[in-house]
């Protein structure tokens, strides 16, 4: 997390060369998503928010667009708390488009349920 020196924040989670399978290397996003609900779960909103926008932009860059739209579901959860709804509201329209076009049910879900709970 910020301030104690993680040399992973922002790196993909990937297997290891030697357990991975040609052509394909498994990716599980950027690893500051798992940071981002680390920080949140410990009430640190600022830099969970910090984290959850790293691992946005990461996994946008990666073409990570599952990792993306469940980083975008889990930012949107931090920011109504925070009573950011209309930020969380467009965050969360996103992910459920995205996850109806990746044919995503369990992202699609969550997000449908969080937009018809505002």
């Known amino acids: 997390m910020a301030g104690t020196g993680n040399p992973g924040a922002g790196a993909a989670a990937t297997l290891p060369p030697g357990l991975q399978s040609p052509p394909a290397t498994p990716c599980w996003g950027s690893t500051s998503r798992v940071l981002g609900l680390l920080a949140h779960a410990l009430g ?5 928010a910090r984290h959850f926008e790293d691992a946005i932009e990461h996994n946008s860059a990666l073409g990570a667009r599952t990792w993306h739209a469940r980083g975008l579901l889990e930012y949107a959860g931090l920011l109504r708390e925070r009573g950011d709804a209309a930020r969380a509201q ?5 992910v459920a488009a995205t996850a109806r076009e990746l044919e995503v049910v369990d992202i699609g879900v969550r997000a449908e349920a969080a937009l018809d709970a505002s």
């Open 44 to 48: 640190r909103c600022d830099e969970a």
């Open 90 to 94: 467009t965050l969360l329209r996103e």
